[in-house]
C-alpha cells in the first residue's frame, strides 16, 4: 500500500506577523530585547519597532512627553540619563540620626538599606523613609565595633523553606567582639565563634559550588575560617568547617576566584598575599594554601576578575595570575598612595581613589607600558577620596573631607553631577565632616554623613527626576550645577 503523503506542517516564529510579535515582545525584558534582535533580520526589525519602545517609556515614566519617531533611541537615552543621575530633581529624603558618631558601612539592597555605627547596625524601608516613617530597626546583639557587612542569598542558608523565599538574602557581619552574626527579619538568627580575636573581614563570595557553600572570614589572629550557613542552631553549632594557618598578621582584605569558586585569595596587614584551595581538605589546622607572594605598600583593596587577582596596594594596582602567582600587569600608579580602589569586570576599567582626585584607567592601554598614565583625572576633591563606586554607567566618588559626592561618566570620566551629602552645621563647621560612606544601587544612592550635633541619612532616586543639569561654561567644571540643584542648599 503506497503511503500518504504527510500533512504535517512546520510554523516557525517569523511566519507571525511583525504586528503580532511586536505585541508579544512588550512582555520580554531589556536583555530579552536584545538578544531577540541579534537572532535574525526580521527578529531585529521586531525587536526595534515603535510599538515595543513607546511601551517600555510609558511603563517606566508615564508621566514623560514622548516624541512621535525614534522610540528606542529615545528610551535608551532617557534610561542612561537616570543611571548617571543626570538631573537635579531626584526624589530625595533625609533621615536625622542623633547618634553624630561615624557610620561605618552601609548597603542598599532592593527596597531596603542598612547601616552600622560602632556595634549598632540600624535598617529601614525605603517606602516608610519616603512616607516620613523612619521605621528604623535597630540591631544591637554585637558587644564592638562592626569591622565587615556582607548580604548573600537565602537559599543559601539554612532558614531557606520555600522557593518564594529564593529572592531574599541575609544580612551577614563580622564585628571586633570575636563573632559572626547572621540576620534575617530584622533579627539574629545565627552566631557564629571561633577566631580568638577581632573578626576583620568576611569573604566577597561565598565559596564553592552547589549545597556545599561556605562563608571565610579573616581575622586579627591571622586565620582563615571556614563557615558553613546551612548548619542549624542559634549558636551555629558544627557551623565552623575549617581553619586554615599561613598568614603569620592579621587578616585585612580577601576575595573569591572568578574562575574557580574555591579558590579564596586573602592578603594581610603585611602585604602578604595568600591563595587557598579550599576544597583539598576540611581537616582543622591543616593548611590548603595553594599559591603565596607579596606586593609593595599597604593593602587597599582585593578583586578577583576571573583567573587574575587585582591588588591594591601602596601607591599602585598590580594583577596576579592565580594559576601562576605571577604579576602580569601593573594597571595604575598614584602617588603618594591609593585610598580607594574599584573595578568594572565587563570593561577593561579600574578607576583609583587617591588625595585630591580619582584616576580613571584602561588596562588595555597599560598592559605594553612599564608607567600606566590614566585615561582621565576625576578632580574636584578635598582630601582622600575614601569612596568609591563603578558600574557600566558611572562613577560616584567622595570622602570624609568632602562635602559633596561627584559622579561622573564611566567611559569617558566626565562629570555628570555634583550634590551636598552632609547636614548644614558640619558643611558650615570646620570640624564638620563629608561623607562617612555609601551605597549606589542603579538610580539610588544613599550616603550617610554626621556633624557635631546628629547624623543624616540621605537617599536620593534619579529614576523619576525630569529637570537636567545644565552646564555653565563661565566656572570650574566642578561648580558648574545650575542654580536651581539643590546641592546649593540643605538636602
Not at 104 to 114: A, E, S
Not at 217 to 239: C, F, I, P
Amino acid at each position: 500500500m503506497e503511503a500518504e503523503p504527510s500533512t504535517t506542517t512546520t510554523t516557525r516564529i517569523t511566519d507571525l506577523n511583525e504586528d503580532s510579535l511586536a505585541h508579544c515582545a512588550t512582555y520580554l525584558s531589556l536583555q530579552d530585547l536584545s538578544n531577540l534582535a541579534t537572532t535574525c533580520k526580521s527578529l531585529k526589525r521586531v525587536a526595534y519597532s515603535d510599538s515595543i519602545w513607546q511601551h517600555c517609556f510609558r511603563e517606566h515614566w508615564p508621566h514623560e512627553l514622548l516624541q512621535t519617531s525614534g522610540l528606542r533611541e529615545a528610551y535608551l537615552k532617557r534610561r542612561v540619563a537616570v543611571q548617571q543621575f543626570k538631573f537635579v530633581d531626584p526624589l530625595v529624603a533625609a533621615l536625622y540620626v542623633t547618634n553624630a558618631r561615624p557610620f561605618d558601612h552601609m548597603i542598599l539592597d532592593k527596597n531596603d538599606f542598612t547601616f552600622s555605627q560602632g556595634s549598632f547596625i540600624q535598617m529601614t524601608n525605603i517606602d516608610s523613609f519616603l512616607n516620613g516613617r523612619d521605621g528604623l530597626t535597630v540591631l544591637s546583639d554585637h558587644n564592638a565595633r562592626i569591622t565587615c557587612m556582607r548580604l548573600f542569598p537565602l537559599s543559601e542558608t539554612s532558614l531557606f523553606r520555600r522557593d518564594t523565599q529564593r529572592k531574599e538574602n541575609v544580612l551577614v557581619t563580622s564585628s571586633c567582639d570575636h563573632s559572626i552574626r547572621l540576620w534575617w527579619k530584622g533579627s539574629c538568627q545565627r552566631c557564629f565563634r571561633g577566631h580568638n580575636g577581632p573578626v576583620l573581614t568576611l569573604s566577597d563570595k561565598l565559596l564553592g559550588d552547589g549545597s556545599a557553600k561556605v562563608l571565610a572570614s579573616g581575622g586579627e589572629d591571622g586565620t582563615v575560617r571556614l563557615w558553613s550557613l546551612s548548619s542549624s542552631g542559634k549558636r551555629g553549632q558544627h557551623a565552623l568547617k575549617a581553619t586554615l594557618y599561613g598568614h603569620e598578621k592579621p587578616i585585612k582584605l580577601m576575595s573569591v576566584a572568578g574562575h574557580r569558586t574555591s579558590l579564596l585569595a586573602t592578603i594581610s596587614k603585611d602585604s602578604k598575599v595568600r591563595v587557598w584551595d579550599t576544597t583539598t581538605s576540611s581537616a582543622l589546622r591543616l593548611s590548603c594554601c595553594v599559591g603565596m607572594t607579596s606586593v609593595p605598600g599597604t593593602p587597599v583593596d582585593v578583586k578577583c576578575h576571573e583567573s587574575l587577582l587585582y591588588v591594591a596596594a601602596g601607591s599602585s594596582v598590580i594583577a596576579i595570575d592565580l594559576r601562576t602567582m605571577q604579576k602580569v600587569i601593573t594597571a595604575a600608579i598614584y602617588q603618594p598612595k591609593l585610598c580607594s580602589f574599584a573595578m568594572l569586570p565587563s570593561k577593561p576599567l579600574i578607576c583609583t581613589g587617591g588625595i585630591d582626585k580619582a584616576m580613571l584607567w584602561d588596562i588595555r592601554i597599560n598592559q605594553e607600558t612599564l608607567k600606566p598614565e590614566p585615561v582621565a583625572e576625576l578632580d574636584g576633591h578635598t582630601g582622600p577620596v575614601t569612596l568609591l563606586h563603578m558600574d557600566p554607567y558611572k562613577i560616584v566618588t567622595g570622602g570624609a573631607e568632602n562635602f559633596y559626592i561627584n559622579v561622573w561618566e564611566t567611559d569617558t570620566g566626565t562629570q555628570t553631577n555634583s550634590f551636598i551629602c552632609c547636614p548644614s552645621d558640619a558643611a558650615s563647621s570646620s570640624s564638620g565632616v563629608g561623607c562617612s560612606t555609601m551605597a549606589v544601587n542603579g538610580t539610588r544612592i544613599v550616603t550617610a554623613s554626621y556633624g557635631e550635633e546628629h547624623g543624616l541619612v540621605c537617599f536620593r532616586d534619579f529614576f523619576n527626576a525630569t529637570c537636567a543639569v545644565s552646564k555653565r561654561e563661565d566656572v570650574h567644571a566642578s561648580k558648574f550645577w545650575d542654580p536651581q540643584s539643590y546641592s546649593d542648599g540643605d538636602p
